[in-house]
């Protein structure tokens, strides 16, 4: 029955990383982003899962054998990669504009893992300040950015 309750404690971190990343996830969404609420949901709950069976298998198994070696950085270093592999997918050039197109999706999918990492390490403080400085610069810094284009637009640059 203690093992029960020690794994309804270690979805605490999933669910955080449920509601956070889908706020970032939501945020995306309303503005039509090809990744939206559930891409970013699963990006944030994955990381978090990764991070706690990581961080579980180091505290149940450390202590049986000296040869076996736990790395938590190297698991971070893969939520990373993997990451930033489904990010590169986002990315795409516009043969019409010659721009990069997709690198805020690509920046927001790696924002959101690490928002699930700290969900995972249950460092649920960071990752609710790290989910409204994201929230932020999508949302605020969005849209000034979006108003400074249509400007210099209008002037002809």
Same mark, same amino acid.
């Not at 404690?9 to 982003?33: C, D, N």
């Not at 054998?65 to 698991?75: A, H, K, M, T, Y």
């Given at each position: ?16 990383? /449920?509601? +956070? ?8 969404? *309303? ?6 609420? *559930?891409?970013y $949901?699963? $990006?944030?709950?994955?990381a978090? +899962? /990764? ?8 505290? *149940? ?8 070696? /736990? =790395? +938590? ?5 893969a939520?990373? #990669?993997?990451?930033?592999? +489904?990010?590169? !997918?986002?990315?795409f050039? =516009? ?11 690509a ?8 928002? !699930?990492?700290?969900? !995972?390490?249950?460092?649920?403080v960071?990752a609710?300040?790290?989910t409204?400085? /994201?929230?932020?610069?999508? !949302? $605020?810094?969005g849209?000034l950015? =979006? ?5 210099? #637009? =209008? *002037?002809?640059?």
């Amino acid at each position: 029955m203690e093992a029960l309750w020690e794994e309804v404690r270690l979805m605490q971190g999933l669910l955080v990383a /449920f509601v +956070l990343s889908g706020l970032i996830g939501w945020e995306r969404e *309303r503005l039509g982003r090809g990744a939206g609420l *559930r891409t970013y $949901i699963l $990006i944030g709950v994955s990381a978090a +899962l /990764f991070v706690v069976l990581a961080d579980t298998l180091i505290v *149940r198994f450390a202590d049986d054998s000296e040869l076996v070696r /736990f =790395d +938590l950085v190297g698991v971070l270093g893969a939520v990373v #990669s993997g990451v930033s592999f +489904l990010g590169a !997918g986002a990315i795409f050039s =516009d043969r019409s504009s010659g721009q990069a197109k997709g690198l805020t999706t690509a920046a927001g999918m790696l924002a959101t893992a690490g928002v !699930g990492v700290a969900c !995972g390490l249950h460092l649920y403080v960071l990752a609710t300040g790290a989910t409204l400085l /994201f929230l932020f610069t999508l !949302g $605020i810094l969005g849209r000034l950015t =979006d108003r400074h284009k249509h400007e210099a #637009s =209008d *002037r002809g640059f």
